[in-house]
């Protein structure tokens, strides 16, 4: 019996099964939030290196300049806005911005956060709630509900949401924005179902301690770095730009088959099964 599928299986390609070269990105149109540094940056990186078109945004200008001439530098082809996420109008203006550069969208990494807050959970106020959730998660499904319609005029599409580790295992003094990275895994696999009858594909990305200035506090603390380093298999923090593959493989058609998934990148961290 085995040898008959294993026969099968040489003579006949597996359905669905594609070349390196079918995976390109390019033509695609990807929009970045928070983009111009960190894990934004190496995902715009990662997928204009690819052949995607990328809008890169963060909320002040020289940042965005920056940003940009550091990738034309490496032929990839951006442009880029400032955006504060939490505002309507800003993010309506990144959206139209792609339009009238690129005519379409295809690709939404949500990446943007903030945390106002260190310290005892009890101790956080409401607007620190308020803003935490506002900018995390509120904000993430409104960029996706601007971007689904102009996705599904395209045929389909990619949305990627940046959670993190402490989605799954809260980390010390950081409880609120851990638990907005918790909602962000719950985001995920709502909007899979409803979303995938457009052929548009909802994705999350937790990443463990990585290299970043969102999160110096953390490694540049030599004894909290020696307490996570316990935890890992591989015993170093993650760079930025092993977050970007990740991303860049989600928005690819060698994921063609994943939605609703979210993909630790932890170095080995136990924080799922």
């Given at each position: 019996?085995?040898?008959?599928v294993?026969?099968?299986?040489?003579?006949?390609?597996?359905?669905?099964?594609?070349?390196?070269?079918?995976?390109?990105l390019?033509?695609?149109?990807?929009?970045?939030?928070?983009?111009?540094?960190?894990?934004?940056?190496?995902?715009?990186?990662?997928?204009?290196?690819?052949?995607?078109?990328?809008?890169?945004?963060?909320?002040r200008?020289?940042?965005?300049?920056?940003?940009?001439?550091?990738?034309?530098?490496?032929?990839?082809?951006?442009?880029?806005?400032?955006?504060?996420?939490?505002?309507?109008?800003?993010?309506?203006?990144?959206?139209?911005?792609?339009?009238?550069?690129?005519?379409?969208i295809?690709?939404?990494?949500?990446?943007?956060?903030?945390?106002?807050?260190?310290?005892?959970?009890?101790?956080?106020?409401?607007?620190?709630?308020?803003?935490?959730?506002?900018?995390?998660?509120?904000?993430?499904?409104?960029?996706?509900?601007?971007?689904?319609?102009?996705?599904?005029?395209?045929?389909?599409?990619?949305?990627?949401?940046?959670?993190?580790?402490?989605?799954?295992?809260?980390?010390?003094?950081?409880?609120?924005?851990?638990?907005?990275?918790t909602?962000?895994?719950?985001l995920?696999?709502?909007?899979?179902?409803?979303?995938?009858?457009?052929?548009?594909?909802?994705?999350?990305?937790?990443?463990?301690?990585?290299?970043?200035?969102?999160?110096?506090?953390?490694?540049?603390?030599?004894?909290?770095?020696?307490?996570?380093?316990?935890?890992?298999?591989?015993?170093?923090?993650?760079?930025?730009?092993?977050?970007?593959?990740?991303?860049?493989?989600?928005?690819?058609?060698?994921?063609?088959?994943?939605?609703?998934?979210t993909?630790?990148?932890?170095g080995?961290?136990?924080?799922?099964?």
């Amino acid at each position: 019996m085995f040898r008959t599928v294993f026969r099968c299986l040489r003579t006949q390609p597996v359905a669905g099964q594609r070349s390196m070269s079918q995976s390109s990105l390019t033509g695609k149109v990807a929009i970045v939030t928070a983009s111009t540094d960190g894990i934004g940056l190496a995902a715009a990186q990662a997928l204009g290196k690819r052949g995607a078109h990328v809008v890169v945004s963060s909320r002040r200008q020289a940042n965005v300049d920056r940003a940009v001439s550091l990738l034309q530098s490496q032929s990839i082809q951006v442009i880029g806005t400032t955006c504060n996420v939490g505002k309507g109008e800003d993010r309506e203006k990144l959206v139209q911005m792609t339009l009238d550069k690129y005519g379409g969208i295809d690709i939404l990494v949500s990446n943007a956060a903030v945390n106002p807050f260190f310290g005892n959970m009890l101790d956080s106020t409401e607007e620190v709630w308020d803003k935490i959730l506002a900018v995390n998660v509120k904000c993430s499904f409104l960029l996706t509900k601007l971007v689904v319609p102009h996705m599904e005029k395209r045929g389909g599409g990619n949305v990627i949401f940046v959670s993190s580790v402490g989605g799954y295992q809260p980390m010390p003094a950081l409880g609120p924005y851990s638990v907005s990275k918790t909602a962000l895994l719950g985001l995920t696999r709502a909007l899979a179902p409803e979303l995938a009858q457009s052929n548009i594909r909802v994705n999350c990305v937790a990443p463990g301690i990585i290299k970043t200035r969102f999160s110096e506090a953390l490694w540049q603390n030599e004894d909290i770095m020696d307490e996570f380093k316990k935890q890992l298999c591989i015993k170093r923090i993650g760079q930025p730009e092993e977050i970007g593959g990740v991303i860049a493989f989600l928005c690819s058609d060698e994921a063609s088959y994943i939605t609703g998934e979210t993909i630790t990148a932890t170095g080995g961290m136990s924080c799922r099964l």
